[in-house]
C-alpha cells in the first residue's frame, strides 16, 4: 500500500493538518483547529474546514510543484542555488534520478490533493446536514481541484493513478485516460453548479476573487485540447466570461510560493527567471517579456541570463496568482481552429492576443498583427511563441513544447526542453512493486 496514492487514512490525517480556514473566509465554525478525524468528513463544519483545507494544500502546495518543476524542466526559469536536485533537474536527460526531491514533491503534492478531494466529496454526498445548495458547491469545489491534480499529473508522468481510495495496490492508467477523466469531472462539476447554485455557506469558504464556474470551464478547455478533445475544448472555452478573472488568493498565513521561491528580495531564491523567459528568440517590443521582468542587467546563474521577476510574481508574498489567464481561450481557439483546417480563424484568434493592449492582469503583448505563413506547423510554432510568452509559468510549456512540436529533448541546448516526462519516484516503485510503469528513456 503506497504511502502517496493509496491510503484512505491519509487523506484523514492531511485535512486535519490543513483545515484551518484561509484568512477572510468566514466557515461559521468556532474552533475549525479543533476536528477530529472522527469528524473531519462527517459533519457540516469538518466539511467547511476540509474545503478550506484543499484550496490551501493545492494553491499553496501542489501548484508551485507543478510550476516549479517543470518551469525548470521546459526552460522558463533557471536553478538559482547549488542544490543538487536543483542541478540535477536542470540537467535531465536519462540521467535524472528517480528519487529527485523535486519529482517526488510534484507527484506527492498532487496526489494529496487528488485524496483530499476525494474525501470531501463522499463526505459531502453522505453527510446529511449537508443541504443540496452547499453540498453541490463543496463537490464541485472537489471535482476542479481532483481534475487540476490529474491534469498537472498528466503533464509530468506517461501513467497516472486516477482512484486513490480503492485499498490495493495503485492501478496506474495512460495520462490520456487521466485527461479525460480530468476533462469529465470538470463537466459533473459545471453541471452541479448550475442545477443547483452554491448558498451562502458554501461562498464564504471560497476566498473573494477566485471564480469557481468560470475556472472550472477555463480548465475544461485546458485539459480537453490536452486530451485532443478539439470539439469539447472550443465550446468549453466558448462558455468563459472573457471579461471574468480568478486567482488563488494568499495571506501573511498561506503565502504566494512562487515569489517565495523567485523573488531575491527574501534572501537567495531557488529558482529565477530566465532572460527573455528562456525563449531563444522574441520579437521586439513585446508587452509580455517586459511584464514578467523588470531588470537587463546582465545577471547569470548557472550560465543562465536571469532577469528579476515582476508581474504577478515578483510583487509579494500577498499577491494572488491567475488561476488562469484570460488570454489562454483565445489561444486555445486559435489551436483548434488551426488543426480543423481553418487558418483564416487560427489567425484572428492569434491576433486578438497579440495586438491586446490591456488584460486584467495587465498582462498584454501590444504587439503587430501576425504577418506569416499559413501552414499548419507554422501557425502552431505562432501559437507555441504566445503560449509561452502569455502563458508564462501556468505550468504549461512543457505540455505546449510536446504538444506543438517544438523539436525533441535535448539537454545540451539552454533553450530546449530537456525531458519529455519524469521518471516514477523511487518510493512510489518501492510501494507498488509490479504495478508502478517502467520510467520514460527521457
Given at each position: ?88 533537474l536542470d540537467a535531465g536527460g536519462a540521467g535524472l534520478d528517480p528519487s529527485n526531491a523535486n519529482v517526488t514533491g510534484y507527484f506527492r503534492e498532487m496526489y494529496q490533493t487528488t485524496s483530499l478531494a476525494d474525501a470531501l466529496i463522499a463526505g459531502a454526498q453522505a453527510t ?201 481561450m483565445l489561444l486555445i481557439r486559435a489551436e483548434v481552429l488551426a488543426r480543423q483546417g481553418d487558418a483564416g480563424g487560427a489567425v484572428a484568434a492569434i491576433n486578438a492576443v497579440r495586438t491586446d493592449t490591456e488584460d486584467p492582469f495587465g498582462l498584454a503583448a501590444n504587439l ?75
Amino acid at each position: 500500500m503506497t504511502t502517496t496514492t493509496r491510503r484512505a487514512g491519509r487523506c484523514l490525517a492531511l485535512a486535519l493538518a490543513l483545515a484551518a480556514p484561509l484568512a477572510g473566509c468566514d466557515l461559521n465554525i468556532d474552533d475549525p483547529n479543533a476536528t477530529t478525524e472522527e469528524d473531519a468528513f462527517s459533519t457540516r463544519a469538518g466539511l467547511l474546514s476540509a474545503a478550506a483545507g484543499l484550496q490551501r494544500q493545492y494553491n499553496a502546495g501542489a501548484y508551485d510543484n507543478l510550476v516549479l518543476t517543470t518551469g525548470i524542466t521546459s526552460r522558463e526559469l533557471a536553478a538559482d542555488n547549488t542544490f543538487a536536485n536543483l542541478l540535477e533537474l536542470d540537467a535531465g536527460g536519462a540521467g535524472l534520478d528517480p528519487s529527485n526531491a523535486n519529482v517526488t514533491g510534484y507527484f506527492r503534492e498532487m496526489y494529496q490533493t487528488t485524496s483530499l478531494a476525494d474525501a470531501l466529496i463522499a463526505g459531502a454526498q453522505a453527510t446529511e446536514t449537508v443541504e443540496p445548495a452547499l453540498q453541490s458547491g463543496l463537490v464541485a469545489l472537489a471535482q476542479f481541484y481532483k481534475a487540476a491534480a490529474l491534469g498537472a499529473l498528466a503533464v509530468g508522468f506517461t501513467d497516472v493513478v486516477i482512484d486513490t481510495r480503492t485499498d490495493g495496490p495503485a492501478t496506474y492508467v495512460p495520462r490520456q485516460a487521466a485527461l479525460e477523466e480530468a476533462v469529465s469531472l470538470l463537466a459533473s462539476a459545471e453541471d452541479l453548479l448550475i442545477a443547483t447554485p452554491p448558498n451562502a455557506a458554501f461562498r464564504d469558504v471560497v476566498p473573494r476573487g477566485f471564480d469557481l464556474l468560470n475556472t472550472i470551464r477555463a480548465y475544461r478547455a485546458r485539459f480537453a485540447l490536452l486530451a485532443g478533445d478539439l470539439d469539447g475544448a472550443l465550446a468549453a472555452a466558448g462558455r468563459v466570461d472573457p471579461a471574468a478573472t480568478s486567482v488563488f488568493t494568499y495571506t501573511t498565513d498561506v503565502t504566494n510560493p512562487l515569489f517565495a521561491a523567485i523573488s531575491p528580495s527574501l534572501g537567495q531564491p531557488s529558482f529565477a527567471v530566465r532572460d527573455d523567459l528562456g525563449l531563444e528568440s522574441i520579437e521586439d517590443d513585446d508587452g509580455r517579456i517586459a511584464y514578467f521582468t523588470d531588470s537587463n542587467d546582465d545577471t547569470s546563474v548557472n550560465d543562465y541570463p536571469i532577469e528579476t521577476a515582476a508581474g504577478f510574481i515578483g510583487t509579494s508574498l500577498i499577491t494572488p496568482l491567475p488561476a488562469y489567464v484570460p488570454d489562454e481561450m483565445l489561444l486555445i481557439r486559435a489551436e483548434v481552429l488551426a488543426r480543423q483546417g481553418d487558418a483564416g480563424g487560427a489567425v484572428a484568434a492569434i491576433n486578438a492576443v497579440r495586438t491586446d493592449t490591456e488584460d486584467p492582469f495587465g498582462l498584454a503583448a501590444n504587439l503587430d498583427a501576425y504577418d506569416g505563413p499559413t501552414d499548419l506547423q507554422s501557425l502552431l510554432n505562432e501559437i507555441y511563441y504566445n503560449r509561452a510568452t502569455e502563458l508564462y509559468l501556468q505550468g504549461l510549456r512543457l505540455e505546449d513544447a510536446r504538444r506543438l512540436n517544438q523539436g525533441e529533448p535535448d539537454p545540451s541546448d539552454p533553450f530546449q526542453r530537456t525531458r519529455n516526462f519524469y521518471p516514477f519516484p523511487q518510493q512510489e516503485r518501492l510501494a507498488n512493486p509490479g504495478t508502478t510503469p517502467p520510467d520514460p528513456a527521457i
